[in-house]
């Protein structure tokens, strides 16, 4: 679904991501682990194609599609979507307002099944009619953001750090419809959708079963693994000893 | 004050200058000729029907408590379908109502400047509107004053009354042709809101571009009263200039001004809204959103002053600039005359922020699409205190606004 090979980003002018190849697969789940400043959220902002990541070099498509010059919305359209980890505050358009967009419904009124979608993720009508993340708390705007992905349906999506700043029991409840929204609960020949999470502390990872891992250091990917090892090994040891935990095993093949 | 005392003193502010907004020969607008009368909204000239529907005004009167029409300067319709309303021209009350001239220029001083001195010395009209003690009179009142005629100078004295314990929601729309190149609004309105009485007032200025206009209102406020400003202003103005006030002189009396400007070509405003928080526990929130594009210029301004035991008065005034060549002045100002006070304000300019519209993006939004919504999303003030059919109305008239510049 998503192929990307030896792509090279820039952001204001400074090289973040250098040669970087990954592959997501229709019907996978990747967990993209790594330290801070490593790169991960800039690559997912440059697969989705915000302005400001600068690609010079490399390839990447997106269901065959050549996406590199596509404005963001045009990725959308191709059936790509986000979990932003600090969206903005947009005075005066609500919530609700913003599941219509992402449902691409022009009235002002919700669809009813989404109403019933917001009352699994604890999210009230009240709560649809406040603007959109002023105020929310930090569980909040993850199960907002979840919501608007339910809305708009992606056949890929994105999320970046979606355990951050969540409560335990809140992540049990967005590792759940996460799991619905990345086709976990089907068998794997029924999997359609596909899926890339950013995540720092990994606990997301008890809530949703994914295919593959990866740790980013410094603008690559440095190794790549099975979850449960991947996840293993980064929680006990740190990321850069996992890396070397994986070349060594590289070694020894 | 007697009749000639107002004369006098308005005699003596003829050439004063006004405060602030820059000076305009008033002598260069004329009266103009007398407008027949008509016996419905409907015989109104087709061309001007959409300029009404702009203003906020029903020709067909649904849902209507009252209608008044005053074309240039005459009064051309006016008309009341609920009992405990009263509605008419100024001139006609006065008539009327021997007590009523106890009223005039008790709220805005007569010799404030030259244009009230000229409402005084060269009234047109204007209109009048009562609820009787105890009446809600839920359905809103209407009234439009209405420009036609090149030249003309409009001058109009509204005066606005709620008795004890009523109720009264009004919404004006000021309107002009599409054939008229340069005209003058001088409007005085005073409103008077008694004892546990409720105002809502939803103003929509139409204008165009060669209008000057100068509204000078004053509002007082009894015990437990509250009155309640919409203003909306979408289309280009030459040069509009005012500045509000409410006093705040009873217990728990409120005010709310809320102003949504959208400036754009050449047009000059100089806006601000006022409360004196005179009463104990009286109250204030004001509440602005401007957005200046082309070569606008807009000053806006907003002033709480507090005197009285307990007042308490929130400013919050926003900007959003749409063009490196227009001007915003934000100046929020606070007055404090004494310890037991709550006053505060926040304001804000900037323009439409690059990651809102990503954000939108990412939702599947263009960018053009996105920004659309952010602005409409900075218009987008929660419209308080009307009747639920009354607030949704406002929105749809605001919406209709919104769509014909964006």
């Not at chain 1, 009352?119 to 649809?128: E, T, W």
């Not at chain 1, 929204?181 to 008890?206: E, F, Q, V, Y």
């Not at chain 2, 009230?116 to 003690?133: C, D, K, M, N, W």
């Not at chain 2, 804000?348 to 519209?357: M, R, T, Y």
């Amino acid at each position: 679904m998503l192929e990307i090979k030896d792509l090279t980003v820039e952001v204001k002018g400074k090289e973040i991501i250098r040669d970087l190849t990954l592959n997501i697969e229709r019907g996978e789940v990747h967990v993209l682990f790594g330290p801070n400043g490593c790169g991960k959220t800039t690559l997912l902002m440059t697969i989705l194609g915000l302005p400001n990541y600068k690609v010079t070099g490399g390839i990447m498509t997106f269901k065959g599609v050549d996406i590199i010059n596509l404005p963001t919305n045009e990725r959308v359209k191709l059936g790509m979507g986000m979990s932003f980890q600090h969206p903005p505050v947009i005075r005066g358009v609500k919530l609700g307002d913003m599941v219509n967009i992402a449902q691409g419904r022009k009235e002002e009124r919700i669809d009813e099944n989404l109403i019933v979608l917001a009352k699994r993720l604890n999210i009230s009508v009240d709560f649809l009619n406040r603007d959109v993340n002023l105020g929310f708390s930090g569980g909040e705007v993850k199960r907002s953001e979840i919501l608007q992905l339910l809305a708009q349906s992606p056949d890929f999506i994105m999320f970046d750090e979606p355990d951050s700043g969540v409560d335990v029991e809140n992540i049990e409840l967005i590792g759940g419809i996460m799991s619905e929204l990345l086709d976990r609960n089907k068998r794997p020949s029924k999997r359609k959708k596909a899926g890339l999470i950013i995540t720092h502390s990994g606990s997301i990872m008890r809530h949703i079963k994914v295919d593959r891992a990866h740790v980013m250091l410094e603008g690559r990917i440095a190794c790549s693994g099975m979850p449960d090892e991947i996840t293993k090994n980064v929680m006990e040891s740190g990321f850069e000893k996992c890396v070397e935990l994986c070349s060594k095993e590289v070694g020894t093949e | 004050m007697t009749k000639k005392e107002l004369i006098e003193r308005a005699g003596r502010a003829k050439t004063k200058k006004a405060a602030l907004g820059e000076d305009i020969a008033i002598e260069n607008f004329v009266t103009g000729r007398e407008h027949d009368a008509l016996n419905s909204l409907d015989e109104f000239p087709e061309e001007y029907q959409q300029d009404l529907l702009d203003a906020g005004i029903e020709p067909s009167e649904k849902d209507r408590s009252g209608s008044f029409l005053q074309r240039d300067c005459s009064v051309v319709f006016s008309t009341v379908k609920y009992p405990g309303l009263e509605l008419m021209s100024t001139t006609d009350a006065l008539k009327e109502h021997d007590w009523l001239k106890g009223y005039l220029w008790k709220a805005v001083p007569v010799d404030m400047d030259k244009y009230t001195a000229e409402v005084e010395l060269e009234q047109t009209h204007g209109y009048f509107i009562r609820s009787e003690a105890g009446k809600k009179v839920t359905m809103p009142v209407q009234s439009c004053l209405f420009i036609t005629t090149d030249k003309i100078g409009q001058k109009v004295h509204n005066i606005i009354i709620a008795e004890e314990d009523s109720e009264l929601h009004i919404i004006t729309g000021c309107s002009v042709s599409h054939a008229v190149n340069s005209a003058l609004h001088l409007g005085v309105s005073e409103f008077y809101v008694k004892k546990g009485a409720k105002i809502t007032f939803t103003m929509i200025h139409n204008w165009s571009r060669g209008m000057e206009v100068r509204p000078r209102s004053a509002v007082v406020i009894e015990d437990d009263g509250a009155f309640i400003s919409n203003y909306i202003l979408m289309t280009p103005v030459k040069s509009l200039q005012m500045y509000p006030t409410a006093y705040c002189v009873g217990r728990n009396a409120r005010a709310t001004f809320q102003t949504i400007i959208y400036a754009h070509g050449d047009t000059k405003i100089d806006s601000g809204s006022r409360a004196v928080l005179r009463g104990e526990g009286s109250r204030s929130e004001i509440i602005s959103r401007v957005i200046a594009a082309d070569n606008a210029t807009v000053i806006a301004r907003s002033d709480v002053i507090g005197e009285g035991a307990n007042a308490k008065g929130h400013i919050e005034c926003r900007g959003l600039m749409l063009s490196d060549t227009a001007e915003v002045d934000s100046i929020p100002e606070l007055k404090a005359t004494r310890k037991d006070l709550d006053l505060s304000h926040e304001a804000a300019v900037g323009k439409v922020a690059e990651e809102e519209i990503q954000y939108l993006m990412a939702r599947g939004l263009s960018e053009e699409e996105a920004t659309s919504v952010i602005i409409r999303g900075f218009l987008n003030v929660d419209i308080t205190g009307l009747p639920d059919a009354l607030a949704r109305e406002t929105k749809k008239m605001f919406d209709m606004s919104l769509e014909k510049v964006m």
